[in-house]
């Protein structure tokens, strides 16, 4: 036997590496059976085969009541004139399960041109008889034509939403299928309201399902029932806490029989078609929330990878680069922020462009995303591009994990000067950019604190400049005034004191000429003439002799008599000065002369 | 020798009542030198305890308020940083920093209200007497006063005809430009002295249309406005706001400049 088998094992190695692979040998059965029911296993073969061995053990658990009944089927079509031929023979016995319990049916072999191919193997749950639905209740009351709505029984009709997991953090995936349970013997005829669950609190993606709903065996609480998968869903949970998912409705046609009223009725109209609705029941699910997350969490829950790639790095000055990440992995990729680039300051940077490209599939959401930044240098030198480090939530393990691209070192050379000058000069047009608003810093230096409500105006010590400043105006006025009337009256004072002056010089003359002291006398006489005329006239002593002060007296109109005198009194003392002494007589008359003179000149001397 | 002991006297007391003026200046510029390095190190709540006690001396300035002010906004109380930055504005009218802080405390007012629109030479008036404290003004003024003394001395001793002529009009314009600044200086001054305008405290109070708990709500206004207040009658205040709109409110919900 195991010899055998080593023998049969060794030709199927063989047979795989010699035959083409178009040799399709399949077996097929129902996965889950009632006990004690029929049921069929076949075998189809795209090619023509003999000498068909079961499975080795099948007749252990099952027995085999009939079989094989072999067919064939014919496949010809023609595509573009060319002409294909599939024929498949298929081979198929009926089959009735001993026990209950979860078997699998090991590979059968067929032998085709001389090799022997083996089957897949399969896996059949054999579950106890199930009761059938009570069907077609009551007979005569229904109205014909109309869909009633009926209750199947929660056992042999339902809904549920299937939850890959339960317990999960935030963020992590979960699939959700939404399953139909039909027991095998109820005929679903079709759909008529179909409601499917709104998943609050979760970011949702679909799951492609093709259109067609494919019913499949599964045993569930220990029956069988055709399964329907309506829709797939991957779900992210975006709250943390207890998230339901409400409970929804369908409304299904079933074909039911009716109970034959009459004998004819047997022949016509023996099914009819009811409405049966049937509800979910709620499902929770507990959202754990996320550690403390890391500085550079960008929200990715899942299991990732980063990479990344730049376009170049030798640039001239205001060429554009491209630094590509790309984020790969399974979990919520179109939910990953954008991770931020640390550039240089004076780089021109533009918006970073993300693409995702997410497939979802039985195993959950697993894509790329590829993110582009597209900066351009604007002087040249060394710059370090710096690493991006990228945290994701392991949710497996419970923690998080950081990956990070490398760094870039970047080298710019200077580009066409035309080019650098345009970009500079609209690189200075740019405004100052206003990053955050705050109050402007307190005053520093002296307070210069004063006492409340304390102004200098209004008080005494203001008005006190005004009046200080007017008074001392008016004090400068007066005195000014006096003054220029003072400067004014000089020569009037001079004036009117002439006259007395030059009396004095007189009466000290007389004096002398009683003390016979005649050098003295003349001398006098004649300063008291100069003085008083230099007073009167205004001419200073100086200037003046006999002829300016006769010119000058014509001017004041005096009289030429009054000057004549004048003459002769000056003409006679200066005579006299240098002359033997006169007698007393003359100079007494010379005396009366000049003083009746000069009370001539006071007269006739106005101003 | 009584007249000189009694001359010696009033100097000694002269002096000390100078010292000790100087001495409580001093311990002010202490504070404030304090209370600035505690606004520095962000100890928000100590700077204004400090900035508050020397208020409490009767002392005030526009540097002062406005460094309360700061000191508030930054502990959170945008209301009295408001107060305190319209106190600023009362001494020192046209500082821009107390401006722009002032603006940014009142983007927290949740009344917002658009000034009537004034005619533009009341705008101008107010804008030119608002350019300088009272104190700036009286200086301006006296110095206008002084130079049109002189120029009234030029006009009355000067001899020659063209200057006396220039002096005559340059006096004229310096005795009306006295009057004029004068007259902001009476109007700043008033402003000081009156403080008729109040920062409302309450969060939310309703403005009533007479003075008393029974009299008809009008309109709602909450805390951080500016009202002019134009009369009162026990505990209620008659207010205005800068859109016209007048009524009553209890004097507890507002706080003078």
């Not at chain 1, 085969?49 to 658990?61: I, Q």
């Not at chain 1, 339960?166 to 309201?193: C, H, M, T, W």
């Not at chain 2, 804008?127 to 003024?141: E, F, L, M, Q, R």
């Not at chain 2, 009306?176 to 200086?185: C, I, K, L, P």
């Amino acid at each position: 036997m195991i010899k055998k088998l080593i023998i049969y094992s060794f030709l199927f190695c063989i047979a795989i590496a010699t035959q083409a692979e178009n040799t399709r040998f399949v077996m097929s059965a129902q996965n889950a059976i009632e006990l004690g029911k029929q049921f069929r296993l076949s075998f189809t073969l795209n090619e023509r085969g003999s000498n068909l061995k079961l499975p080795a053990g099948l007749s252990d658990n099952f027995d085999i009541l009939m079989g094989p009944s072999t067919g064939q089927s014919t496949n010809i079509s023609m595509i573009n004139g060319r002409t294909t031929q599939v024929v498949n023979y298929s081979y198929t016995y009926i089959l009735r399960a001993k026990k209950e319990g979860e078997y699998e049916i090991r590979p059968a072999s067929i032998n085709v041109n001389g090799k022997v191919f083996e089957s897949n193997s399969l896996k059949i749950q054999v579950v106890k008889a199930q009761t059938k639905p009570s069907q077609a209740q009551t007979g005569g009351s229904q109205t014909q034509g109309s869909t009633q709505n009926v209750d199947l029984g929660k056992d042999n009709i339902f809904v549920r939403v299937a939850m890959s997991k339960r317990n999960v953090y935030r963020g992590e995936q979960i699939i959700a299928s939404v399953k139909l349970y039909v027991n095998p013997n109820i005929p679903i005829a079709g759909f008529d309201e179909v409601n499917l669950p709104t998943y609050e609190g979760f970011y949702t993606q679909d799951i492609e399902i093709p259109q067609q709903i494919n019913f499949t065996r599964e045993v569930y609480n220990d029956k069988i029932y055709q399964v329907g998968i309506l829709k797939k869903t991957i779900l992210f949970p975006q709250q943390n806490g207890q998230l339901v998912v409400e409970p929804f409705s369908l409304a299904l046609l079933v074909q039911q029989q009716v109970k034959a009223r009459s004998f004819f009725d047997d022949f016509f109209s023996t099914h009819r078609t009811v409405k049966a609705t049937i509800t979910s029941s709620q499902v929770n699910v507990n959202v754990k929330d996320l550690p403390a997350a890391p500085a550079n969490f960008l929200s990715g829950v899942g299991n990732f990878n980063i990479k990344s790639d730049i376009s170049s790095n030798q640039v001239t000055t205001n060429d554009a680069v491209t630094l590509t990440v790309k984020i790969s992995g399974t979990g919520n990729i179109r939910l990953i922020k954008n991770p931020e680039l640390q550039l240089p300051a004076d780089f021109e940077v533009y918006d970073p462009r993300a693409t995702d490209n997410v497939r979802t599939t039985d195993n959950g959401a697993t894509g790329t995303k590829t993110i582009e930044y597209l900066f351009q240098p604007r002087f040249e030198g060394d710059y370090t591009i710096p690493a991006i480090k990228f945290a994701y939530f392991d949710p497996a393990g419970g923690k998080y994990i950081t990956k990070s691209t490398p760094e870039y070192l970047l080298n710019v050379t200077k580009g066409s000067e035309e080019q650098s000058t345009t970009v500079i000069s609209s690189l200075r047009k740019e405004d100052v950019q206003l990053i955050g608003q705050d109050i402007r810093f307190i005053k520093q230096g002296n307070p210069a604190l004063r006492i409340r409500n304390y102004t200098f105006f209004g008080t005494s010590g203001f008005y006190l400049i005004y009046a200080i400043s007017t008074l001392l105006f008016i004090l400068l006025f007066i005195v000014y005034r006096k003054k220029a009337k003072e400067n004014a009256n000089i020569a009037l004072v001079r004036n009117k004191k002439a006259n007395s002056v030059a009396k004095k010089r007189l009466k000290a003359a007389s004096g002398f000429m009683k003390k016979n002291n005649n050098e003295a006398f003349y001398e006098e006489i004649l300063k008291a003439f100069l003085g008083y005329l230099s007073d009167k006239l205004g001419i200073p002593i100086a200037d003046l002799n006999r002829d300016s002060a006769v010119l000058k007296l014509q001017q004041r109109n005096v009289t030429q008599e009054v000057i004549d005198d004048y003459i002769e009194v000056t003409e006679q003392c200066e005579f006299a000065r240098y002359a033997p002494a006169e007698g007393s007589e003359a100079r007494n008359e010379l005396y009366k002369k000049a003083e009746s003179t000069m009370s001539r000149f006071e007269k006739q001397i106005k101003k | 020798m009584t007249k000189k002991t009694f001359y010696n006297i009033t100097l000694i007391l002269l002096g000390i009542i100078l010292s000790l003026n100087s001495f409580a200046q001093e311990e002010n510029t202490q504070l404030w030198e304090k209370a600035n390095a505690y606004f520095t190190t962000e100890e928000y709540q100590q700077a204004v305890s400090i900035y508050e006690q020397i208020l409490q001396t009767g002392e005030e300035s526009a540097k002062l308020y406005f460094n309360l002010g700061n000191a508030y906004y930054k502990t959170g109380d945008v209301n009295k940083a408001i107060l305190n930055y319209e106190r600023a504005k009362v001494l020192a009218p046209h500082d821009a920093d107390i401006e722009f802080n002032l603006q940014i405390a009142n983007q927290f007012v949740v009344t917002k209200i658009e000034d009537i629109p004034s005619p533009f030479f009341l705008r101008w008036k107010t804008s030119v007497t608002n350019k300088y404290p009272a104190d700036t003004w009286s200086g301006i003024s006296i110095g206008a006063f002084i130079l049109f003394l002189v120029f009234l001395g030029f006009y009355i001793f000067s001899r020659k005809v063209s200057i006396k002529r220039m002096a005559f009009w340059l006096g004229i314009i310096a005795i009306v430009f006295s009057g004029f600044t004068f007259s902001f200086a009476n109007h700043q001054k008033r402003k000081i002295i009156n403080r008729n305008h109040a920062i409302v405290f309450c969060p939310r109070v309703t403005v009533k249309s007479s003075p008393a708990q029974t009299g008809t709500d009008l309109f709602l206004i909450y805390e951080g406005l500016k009202v002019e207040i134009t009369d009162s009658l026990s505990t209620w205040k008659e207010i205005k706001l800068a859109d016209g709109n007048e009524g009553w409110l209890p004097d507890s919900c507002i706080v003078k400049i």
